[in-house]
Every structure is written in C-alpha cells, then in structure tokens.
C-alpha cells in the first residue's frame, strides 16, 4: 500500500501534523509514502500586512494548543516578509526528485527551520544549506533552485493537486489495488489515520475520492 501525503512547507496544520507523517515514515517497510506539494494560496507579490499577520498568528496559536508543536513567535517581528511558499515547495521537488525517500523527512525539517526556528525558507540560499543536512552539494543545489524547468515542473504539480479537488493542507490518501482512500483530511491524530488504515478492505469503512 503506499501513502500520498499533500502538504505546503509553509502550512502550519502541516506543520500539527508533522509527528503523524514521521511516525508513517517509520513504517516505510509497510506503506510507501509519496508528498506532494500544492499552493497554499499566500500572497507572493507583496509583503505581509498587519492584518496577514494576525490570521496567520491565530493558526499558529490554533495548531500549538491542538498538537504541542513549538512555534518561535518572533517571526511576527519580521519586517516586509513576502509569505512565498514557492521556493520551498521547489527545493522539496528537487531533493525528492533524487531521493523520493527524503522528501517527508526533509519536509519535516524544512517545517522545523520555518516554524520552530525563524529560519527563512523562502530565501533559497537557506534552503540550499537546508539541503546540505541531506548530503546534497549546497553550491549545485542552490543553482539547480533557478533552473526555469524546476519552477515549471512545479507550477504543473500544483495544476494536478488542484485537479485532484484537493483544496486544503494537509490531506493524506492510501492507494490500494487502483483505488484512494481518504485517511486523513485537515490535521487529525495518528489514532485517527490508523483507524482509517485498518478500515480499509472493509466496505464502507473508508470514504472512496
């Protein structure tokens, strides 16, 4: 069975979810697990306003007293930050396009620099050293980031998530035997996925896409 888990770097339900994506990564043996990025439909054309900043803070505040997760508060002090999710999803794209095997990990810790640390992951000479963690060549990393095909092989990832009517983050599926199930859609508990899991094969256990 293998697992297709849709995320933005930059979503933090994504980021309440993390633990129950690493503890099916564990599990790799058992269920292969695929991400895929989607937009997350943040602004890149302009700096976030006061007004950006207090929903954005509200999901924060939402995702921390749900699910524990730590969050460095300090990037509300940032000043004229563009919430540019692109970059990120682009440096997902091209460690998973070596080692697909990565990708949830690598995610992982793109969330954990991003939320927990302050780092800035949309600046693409912070996720070349990013991906140095992961034995990639910083230097040729961060030259690949601006290759015009990688941000178009993107841009088409993006198309197909939204063709697939996935319209929030994150949203996890099995495919088994051809067909999708719904294991977890919005930030749910590992409990819950596994409910979902052993329901399958089971008529009407778990909803169909």
Request: net charge negative.
């Amino acid at each position: 069975m293998n697992l297709l888990y849709f995320a933005n770097p930059m979503c933090s339900w994504c980021w309440g979810f993390s633990p129950v994506v690493m503890a099916l990564q564990a599990r790799r043996e058992q269920y292969g697990l695929t991400v895929a990025t989607g937009p997350l439909g943040a602004s890149a054309n302009r700096p976030m306003r006061d007004k950006d900043k207090a929903a954005v803070r509200e999901h924060w505040q939402h995702v921390e007293e749900l699910t524990g997760q730590p969050f460095d508060h300090s990037f509300f002090e940032r000043e004229r930050f563009v919430y540019d999710t692109e970059p990120a999803c682009r440096a997902l794209a091209l460690l998973r396009s070596s080692y697909p095997a990565l990708a949830p990990v690598f995610l992982q810790r793109l969330q954990e620099r991003f939320y927990a640390h302050n780092d800035d992951i949309t600046d693409p000479d912070r996720l070349a050293a990013i991906a140095g963690e992961f034995g990639q060549d910083p230097v040729s990393f961060r030259e690949e980031l601006d290759d015009p095909r990688l941000a178009e092989a993107v841009a088409a990832e993006w198309r197909q998530t939204a063709s697939m009517r996935v319209t929030g983050y994150p949203m996890l599926l099995a495919l088994d035997n051809g067909k999708a199930h719904v294991l977890a859609i919005g930030c749910q508990t590992l409990a819950h996925v596994e409910a979902q899991l052993s329901g399958i094969g089971t008529a009407g256990a778990v909803p169909d896409v």
